[in-house]
């Protein structure tokens, strides 16, 4: 059991590439703070763990609210005496070229990959640093903290964004032992991905079959798609490591789409 004991907040880990880290974690022996808009499927997958022989709670955050970030936060300490690992994970997509977005759009976009990251940083951090034991963020970023597509400007920003933060909380917290990494997935086929393959059909004047081949999966070595697997591996490996010597760092996991 790579993290008995651990206590993990995990945002958006609900749905997707977050609950699988959830489930995961939990196997590797971590108690499990599912932290998502989304109650009753928070609640539903933290019953899932418990049911697998885990240990999990829910709590109801929005992490674009700052009131609900830090409850959640406190709860998740009350309840399990600390917070060890943050994965800052929830997030949407908005397709639509820069000429036809929204201000709406950029800011509700920004404000859950960006807010949510420093808002649920912040309360971890403290956390973290009064436990005495420090820990571990991670950030889910994407082939799109280091590449750009069309139609996802505030995504792209935000994703990029990520690694900027990453570094400066790897070097804020080397002295209280907490460490900041990003994954860096491609393509993984959950809600979020497959909600915007018929949106991206529909801009791109092509088929679905096209988006996933052409667009998609096009700069991949193999024409594959990383799987939530895939991502939760990455997650344990980043949080089990066992000092500040990977910090600061971003992982690709994309099937070669992106080579750094
Ligand atoms: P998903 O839609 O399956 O899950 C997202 C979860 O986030 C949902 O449970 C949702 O309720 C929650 N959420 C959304 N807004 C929230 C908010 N304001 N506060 C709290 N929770 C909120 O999506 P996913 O594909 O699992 O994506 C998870 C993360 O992985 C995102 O940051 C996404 O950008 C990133 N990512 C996804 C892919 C992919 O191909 N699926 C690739 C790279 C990165």
Redesign the pocket.
């Known amino acids: 059991m790579l993290l008995k004991d651990k206590v993990a907040l995990i ?8 609950k699988e880290i959830a489930m995961e974690y939990a196997k590797q022996g971590a108690k499990i703070v599912i ?4 109650l009753e ?1 928070a609640t539903a997958t933290a019953k899932e763990i418990e049911q697998a022989g885990g240990t999990a709670m829910a709590v109801a ?4 609210d700052e009131a609900q970030v830090d409850k959640g936060v406190a709860d998740a300490v009350a309840a399990y005496g600390s917070v060890d690992i943050l994965i800052s ?5 908005i397709i639509s070229p820069i000429v036809d977005l929204s201000l709406d759009n950029w800011k509700k976009l920004i404000a ?2 960006l807010d ?1 990251a420093f808002l649920t940083t912040r309360a971890c951090m403290r956390a973290m640093i009064a436990s005495g034991k420090g820990g571990s963020v991670i950030y ?5 903290s280091h590449e750009a597509s069309p139609l996802k400007a505030p ?1 792209v920003a935000a ?1 990029h964004g990520l690694v900027g933060l990453a570094k400066v909380v790897a070097k804020e917290g080397a002295k209280n032992n907490i460490r900041a990494n990003v994954i ?5 086929r ?4 497959d909600k915007q393959i018929p949106e991206q059909a529909k801009e791109l004047g092509i088929t679905e079959e096209e988006v996933i081949k052409n667009v998609m999966l096009k700069e991949t070595v193999d024409g594959e798609f ?1 799987t939530v697997q895939d991502v939760a591996q990455t997650a344990i490996f980043l949080a089990a490591f066992g000092s500040n010597a990977l910090t600061g760092q971003s992982i690709t996991v994309s099937h070669g789409w992106h080579m750094q």
Do not use: E, R
Request: with cysteine; aromatic share 4%.
């Open positions: 945002t958006g880990a609900a749905s997707g590439i977050g932290a998502d808009m989304a499927a955050m929005n992490v674009t994970n929830a997030g949407i997509q859950i990959h949510g889910m970023g994407s082939v799109h995504y994703k860096c997935p491609g393509f993984v959950t809600p979020l991905v990383t």
